[in-house]
C-alpha cells in the first residue's frame, strides 16, 4: 500500500455506518447509507464509494471501493453488535490491484480464543487479541457511534481503539475539537470536527462529520510531514434511502 500516494488519508480513513442489534435501540445506532467521495492528486482524479448491507445471518457488511485509471482498491469487513453497543467484527478483506504488485489480505476473528489470523499474500500467521479489538474499516463504524453517543463518554478526553492491523496490535485515537458548518456538494451542513491523535508526528488528520445525518463523514483533510496537503469530500449520498442534502 505505500505505492499509492496519500493510501493512508484516502483508503483508510473514510467512516461509514453501523447496524441494528438485539439489546441496543435504533436511535442509538447510525443508519445505513451509500455514499460518494471525490478527491484528487494532482492530475489524477479518485472516486470512492461506501456501502452497508444486511447478511442473510443477521450480520452486516460494510464495503468501500476506491479506483482511478491507475488501480483499484476494496475493503470488506462483515460484523455484528453486542448488547453494549460494541462492533464486534468476524472477517476482514483488502485487495489492491493495477498498481504495482497486487496485493490481498484476509483476518479472520476467533472470540472464543481471543485470536485473529492474519492471511496476507496467502501466507497466514495467529496473533493475540483483546476483547474489544477491531479491523481497520469496521473501527471507523465504531467511532462514529461513538460520536452518536457522547452523551455517554462526556468523562473520555478521547476515543481509543485496538487496531488489528497487518499482524500488529495497533491503537487510534481521536479528539473532538468542536463543531462548525460546512460548505459541501449536498450544500452547507453542522458539522462535527475531529482530529486523528499522533504523538510525536507531524502529520495531521482531520475530520468532518455531519451531526444531522448520523454523523455521516464529508470531508477528510491530512496534511503530511513535508507540508503537503490532501483532501476527500463527499460528493453525494443517501441515509437510510433519505437523499443527504444541506440547511
Same mark, same amino acid.
Given at each position: ?17 453501523? /447496524?441494528?442489534?438485539? $439489546?441496543?435501540?435504533?436511535?442509538? +445506532? ?11 492528486? $494532482? !492530475? ?13 445471518? *443477521? *450480520?452486516?457488511?460494510?464495503? @468501500?471501493?476506491?479506483? !482511478? ?6 475493503? #470488506? ?11 464486534? &467484527? ?31 499474500? =496467502?501466507?497466514?500467521? !495467529?496473533?493475540?487479541? &483483546? ?27 478521547? /476515543? ?8 500488529? /496490535? =495497533?491503537?487510534?485515537? @481521536?479528539?473532538v475539537l468542536g463543531e462548525e458548518q460546512l460548505q459541501t456538494a449536498? *450544500? ?17 488528520? +482531520? ?8 454523523? /455521516? ?9 513535508? $507540508? =503537503? ?14 437523499? #443527504?442534502? $444541506?440547511?
Amino acid at each position: 500500500m505505500a505505492n499509492m500516494p496519500c493510501n493512508h488519508f484516502l483508503w483508510r480513513s473514510l467512516l461509514a455506518c453501523c /447496524l441494528l442489534m438485539a $439489546g441496543v435501540t435504533r436511535a442509538e +445506532l447510525p443508519k445505513p447509507f451509500e455514499a460518494t467521495y471525490e478527491a484528487r492528486y $494532482g !492530475s489524477l482524479s479518485i472516486t470512492a464509494t461506501r456501502t452497508l448491507r444486511e447478511l442473510e445471518n *443477521g *450480520g452486516q457488511e460494510l464495503r @468501500f471501493a476506491a479506483r !482511478s485509471w491507475l488501480a483499484r482498491i476494496e475493503e #470488506v469487513s462483515q460484523f455484528n453488535w453486542n448488547r453494549e453497543g460494541h462492533l464486534v &467484527p468476524e472477517r476482514y478483506s483488502y485487495s489492491r490491484t493495477g498498481l504495482g504488485r497486487d496485493r490481498e489480505a484476509h483476518l479472520d476473528f476467533d472470540w472464543q480464543k481471543l485470536t485473529v489470523v492474519n492471511n496476507v499474500q =496467502k501466507r497466514p500467521w !495467529s496473533m493475540s487479541i &483483546p476483547p474489544q479489538a477491531m479491523d481497520k474499516l469496521s473501527y471507523q463504524l465504531q467511532l462514529r457511534h461513538d460520536l452518536l453517543n457522547r452523551h455517554t463518554r462526556e468523562n473520555d478526553p478521547e /476515543l481509543s481503539y485496538a487496531i488489528a492491523d497487518g499482524g500488529r /496490535l =495497533k491503537t487510534y485515537r @481521536f479528539e473532538v475539537l468542536g463543531e462548525e458548518q460546512l460548505q459541501t456538494a449536498v *450544500g452547507r451542513l453542522n458539522v462535527v470536527k475531529v482530529r486523528k491523535v499522533r504523538e510525536g508526528s507531524k502529520r495531521v488528520t +482531520l475530520l468532518w462529520l455531519a451531526r444531522d445525518w448520523d454523523h /455521516l463523514v464529508v470531508r477528510i483533510q491530512q496534511t503530511e510531514k513535508d $507540508g =503537503k496537503h490532501y483532501e476527500i469530500n463527499l460528493a453525494s449520498a443517501s441515509l437510510n434511502g433519505i437523499p #443527504v442534502t $444541506g440547511l
